[in-house]
């Protein structure tokens, strides 16, 4: 939008014939956005008329509304609208001519927002400061009414935050305004418990600045009371506004001390959760995926009670007979998931790629082509390509993620990906289980289109003794020689395709092959107890030392992680020693991978170690 020349002056009679209140005031709106936008328009509308004078009045005053309120920013809290934009407007823009006008015409406005914006940019522009301009802002600030839904919509509710945080900062003269303002939230909230909504986030505004002391308990009853008719309502979002009173009753009650109160109103939210879950549970539209999670978080409320206090509110009962309900839901909400088909992928000639790899060749060089038909993970690459699609599908940036186990369980969460994982150097949590996703797909194609063509090749056309096993597996140098024997004949099983028994064997033993190699490059695999018992780490633990990359290189080190350790991957290792895993689990995908891997890492120790 044009503007006057840069040397354009003026002066209060300018102020008073610029017909400022009818563009600040145009909109059916009362908010600063609705002034802004009235005052920006004519403005620009004057520029081109040719109306200087008038023009820089109005653009000042739409300078003045086009800063956001944001009272939590003590040192800023009026702010650009559009940060780091080239056309945005903040408080040092403002020269030492604009501060003196806004002093002369801050007596003449009687528009209270706008009269609140240009106090509070003298309060924190102009020095040294008058006390004189925070009164003015704060007495402007608490005219935005409290009634209706004001405090959401006609943003009251930044209004009286700033105007309470003024009072504080000045504090003996601000003492009294100060009173009168919580007196005035008092009345407020007390009418918006009968009929509103904003009751729970005015008495958070109460809490925040510690206003609510004197009130406190007649707070948190109203809040109670109000909860108990929500959930006797028929309301659409009844359990969730309920929950929410109930949450901030329980914070009022926390003030005080009060711990039995906010016993009873964790038992309270509890029970919110079960009613909401069994009516998601039930009628035409039922979701027990919905149920599962709301009875989770009903245990999760349970939780929260002191140990001292739950016996006598018989809450181990209450957990017991919950959390056995939560795994009868959760299976049945396996149930709820669609599948899901895309177009088909015709691997024939991958496959018979695969094949005439392995044909035809001497043993040596067969296992070898058998333990190289498909490439390593790059986690570099994986990494760049996981970002890539984090940057392009909004979905992914949207919504959190979970893993759900055979039996319904949540067995890992991941956050939504924010819109900087793209580009941050950080691999956040959000890009890591999106990693091991991608990763699982990648195993589950190597094995259909590679490794287990290549694998029913080599055993059509040879067999492989366990004797020759063990000469393989000793002659690699990667395993200790107590352990031979049993990676032997736990890579036999694999080669007879009884990936049961391979797994068994050879999932313990990658275990003890990361730890030893570990320790011969000096990590510390050993964990202290408190009774100070030396124990050995787990691969979860080992496989996240920083010695892990330098050993094994960050490709295998990555692998290893992925397939054995990740709750978003298959886990092996943590669902083989926990007794998770079921026939089928061990005939997958995932499994001929981990014996393949573990193959390939022995094998290729074997040809290369030995000049082959």
Known sequence: MPRPPANTTASLDDFRTSDWKRAACCSDEDTYFSRWNGLCTAAAAATQDGAYAKARILWLLGDACSLRLAPDKINEPLVATFEGSENSFSLSDFTESDIALLDDICP???????????????????????????????????????AGDSWFLLGTQTCWQRAIMLALQIRAPGKSRLDDMAAALITAIEAQLEVGNAAPSMVETMLEYGLAKVHIRHIAEGLEVRATRL????????????????????????????????????CRISDAFVLEAESRISGEHRSYVVGASLYAEAVQALLAIPKH????????????????????????????FAPMRGE???????????????????????????????PLASRKLTEVETRKRIGEFFFSRMFSSQKLATDGRVVAESPAASDLSAEDDEVTDAVWSKMIQDHVLRVRFGVQSAIAPALRQF??????????????????????????????????????GDFIVALHLLVPQIEN????????????????????????????????????DEVFGEDLAFEIR????????????????????????????ESIYAWWLIFRIVYQQYWYRNDR
Not at 319 to 331: E, Y
Not at 519 to 546: H, Y
Request: aromatic share 6%.
């Open 108 to 146: 003449l406005v009687d528009d209270p927002l706008l009269l609140a914006r240009i106090a509070d940019i003298l309060w924190l522009v102009r020095r040294p400061r008058k006390i004189q301009d925070a009164l003015a802002a704060i007495d402007a600030y608490r005219d935005t009414p409290l």
């Open 231 to 266: 959930l006797a309502s028929d309301a659409g979002s009844r359990f969730f506004a309920a929950r929410r009173y109930l949450s901030i009753a329980k914070r009022c009650f926390g003030l005080e001390r009060n711990y039995e109160r906010c016993a009873d109103i964790d």
């Open 309 to 336: 206090l739950r016996k006598a509110k018989g809450i181990d009962d209450k957990l017991k007979s919950l959390r056995q309900l939560q795994r009868d839901i959760a299976m049945q909400s396996l149930g709820d």
């Open 344 to 374: 088909s992928l015709d691997l024939e000639e991958e496959i018979y790629s695969s094949e005439q790899e392995i044909s035809g060749k001497e043993m040596a060089e067969a296992l070898l082509a058998l333990a190289e038909c498909w």
């Open 459 to 496: 055993a059509r056309e040879r067999l492989i003794s366990t004797h020759d096993l063990v000469n393989i597996v000793g002659q690699s140098g990667a395993v200790p020689s107590e352990r031979i024997g049993l990676m032997a004949k736990g890579l036999k099983a694999g080669f007879e």
């Open 513 to 548: 092959f990361v730890r030893t190699h570990l320790k011969l490059k000096g990590a510390k695999t050993l964990t202290t107890e408190a009774d100070s018992l030396q124990m050995e780490a787990g691969l979860s633990t080992l496989v996240a030392l920083p010695e892990m």
């Open 562 to 589: 992925a397939l054995f350790c990740e709750g978003f991957g298959p886990n092996l290792r943590n669902e083989l020693a926990h007794g998770l895993l079921d026939a089928h689990a061990m005939q997958s995908a």
